[in-house]
């Protein structure tokens, strides 16, 4: 199963959302798991170097690839349980590439204007890739949330926001939380940093909810 985890945006947690997940399908489902890195940054390529030089933590495999990627990812999928593709903060080829051939979509959005103002565009993206990817399940996931109850309402509205382009949005949501930041210098993952914390519980949901997802959940694109 290949899960892209994208979109325009930078800063948004794609690259943590992604290196979370592939340490998810690793520890709790002994899976085969390989990230691809898009991101010119090398975010996760230096998260698991970081990771892979730990001897206290499981290794996971991560390759670099820019550009036309399509058909390396389809080789590539065949050779492993998860691909986990963290894609750069730009619309870009690699992105569209991945988009072309992936099972999931991710599209990671802070509850924040100039995040939500990317959603048109990102559904307008998506919609010209389900023509050649038909069997695409594609969802916003909001993170970063602020956890002031008084603020509830702005997670609401980041959520009405995607559902108004007809694209799913995950129930489940990332709060604003250290152990991201923290748990990520070290190569690892709240998962592992803090297994029975508020993050932990955070990041098994979206897998969770990503997993539990049939095509009837994801969009209805015109
Ligand atoms: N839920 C969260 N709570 C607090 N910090 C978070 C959360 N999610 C991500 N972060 C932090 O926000 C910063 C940006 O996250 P990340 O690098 O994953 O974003 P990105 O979308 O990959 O950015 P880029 O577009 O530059 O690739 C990182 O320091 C990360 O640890
Ligand atoms: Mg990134």
Redesign the pocket.
Known sequence: MMILVGGEK????????AQNLAVYFAKHKNAIVLMVDC?P?R?TSDWIQARNSDPTLPAINCIQLYGKIRNDLLSLNQHYDYVIVDC??QDNLALRAAMSVADHVVI?LRPKRRDLKTVPHMEDMLSTCKMVNPKMLASFVV??CPALPTQANRILEAKEVCSSYGINVLDSV?????V??DS?ESGSSVLENEPDGKAAAEMIAIAEELLAMKPDDSHEFN
């Open positions: 930078g800063g948004s947690g794609k690259s943590c959302l991101d940054q975010t750069g903060g990671p993170t970063q990332t709060y604003s939380r250290n991201y930041d990520e």
